[in-house]
Structure formats: structure tokens, C-alpha cells
């Protein structure tokens, strides 16, 4: 759009510094140039009405374009929202990050935590190696309902075991006989925690992000 008076293309230039930093021009900033023009326009050679209707038209489509924008930002608020709530909804539940995994570093213990669903009365931790082979157990003896931590000295036999990924899963019995089986990886949901609008939930004793988890489900 083009301004054929020159006070007017002066007065322009010398608006406020710093009114629009970035250089945008929103639907109103179109419509005041578009009186201006119409206010300074040569009467002897007016404004041809073809191009007051293109200019129109362009300011139309421009304000139709930020209605758009603004109920898309609206409805992405909205939906952030109701996934925030649909997070907070899964307190309580078991969430099973989909790895039973623990990381041995060379010369040292491992700690890690296991859920009971029920109290325990026996049963056996078993760890396992890449391979899938029990390398190591230990026996489980009158342990409390939750999550609790456990220490592997990351030797068999009495030798260490090499550095890398082993697998640690549990099975055992309650005082009615009823049997259970856990592994590591799989917590109840204790609470969530919003970091920068990123969900984290508690798992055990750590936060992690919402996406880690594979499956939730009753406990």
C-alpha cells in the first residue's frame, strides 16, 4: 500500500521509536494507512476504487487470519489444559516405564526399588543378564506393602560382574499364599509435577517426564 503524501510519509517515519519493535503490522495498523491514504489523496487524481476494494479485501483476510490464530492458540491452551488434568487423574494408578532394567558401573553397588502390591511374607529377587540367565537371587523376607530399596553388590559367585545393563524382577507371596510377581521399572503414581509446562510424575523415588511411561493401569 502506497502513501502519495509526503507530511504524511513523514509523520509516519517520525513515530515513537520502540511502539512496534518487531515490525508488524496487525489488521488496525492497515486500516489507519488505508484513511491516511484516503485522507491525503490527490483530489485532481483520486484513489482508483478498484484497488480501495483490493485493499479492503486484503485487510479482511488479514483480520479473518488473526481471528484464526487466536482461537488456535485458544484451543491449544485448552487442550494443554485438559491433558494436565488427565495427568493429575492418574495418581494412585501403576506405571510401568516398560524396562526392568539397572546400570552396573565397574567396582560398584547397584541400588535400586521394587513395588509390592501386597505384604510380603517370602519370595526371591532374581537378577538376570542381558541374555536373559539368572545370574544372582535373593531371598525376600517379611517386607511391608510399597516401594522399597534394595542393593546389588554386583558380584557373583564373589566376582564382580562386567559393567553394563542386568534385569531385576521378584516374585512372592503374601500370608494367605496368594503370589505376586514385580520388577524394577513398575511404581505406583504418587504425584505429578509440572516443570515449564512438561508433566513429571513421581515414580519410586525419582521424576519422570509423562512420555517415559509405556502403560498405567489399577493397581
Keep these: 500500500m ?5 507530511t504524511t510519509a513523514t509523520s509516519l517515519s ?7 519493535p518487531k515490525s508488524v503490522l496487525g489488521k488496525d495498523d492497515f486500516l489507519k494507512l488505508l484513511l491516511v491514504q484516503l485522507k491525503y ?7 482508483d476504487s478498484d484497488k480501495i476494494l483490493s485493499q479492503t479485501s486484503q ?3 488479514l483480520e479473518a487470519s488473526t481471528n484464526t490464530n487466536k482461537a488456535l492458540e485458544d484451543l491449544t491452551a485448552s487442550l494443554g489444559n485438559s491433558l494436565q488434568f488427565s495427568t493429575i487423574s492418574a495418581i494412585g494408578k501403576i506405571a510401568d516405564t516398560g524396562s526392568n532394567a539397572i546400570v552396573v558401573e565397574e567396582g560398584k553397588t547397584t541400588e535400586y526399588q521394587l513395588y509390592f502390591a501386597s505384604d510380603v511374607s ?3 529377587i532374581s537378577i538376570m543378564d542381558v541374555n536373559g540367565n539368572t545370574i544372582d537371587t535373593m531371598a525376600l523376607n517379611g517386607s511391608d506393602k510399597g516401594v522399597h530399596n534394595f542393593t546389588w553388590d554386583a558380584k557373583v559367585n564373589g566376582e564382580p560382574v562386567e559393567e553394563g545393563l542386568y534385569y531385576v524382577t521378584a516374585s512372592y507371596s503374601d500370608a494367605s499364599g496368594k503370589s505376586y510377581e514385580t520388577r524394577v521399572g513398575t511404581y505406583p503414581i504418587e504425584s505429578v509435577r509440572f516443570e515449564d509446562g512438561e508433566a513429571l510424575v513421581k515414580l519410586g523415588s525419582s521424576y519422570i517426564p509423562m512420555d517415559s511411561i509405556k502403560e498405567i493401569y489399577e493397581g
Design 2 to 6: 502506497e502513501v502519495t503524501n509526503n
Design 14 to 20: 517520525n513515530a515513537p521509536a520502540g511502539t512496534n
Design 41 to 47: 489523496q490527490d483530489p485532481t487524481e483520486p484513489m
Design 59 to 61: 485487510l479482511a483476510a
Design 122 to 124: 517370602s519370595g526371591t
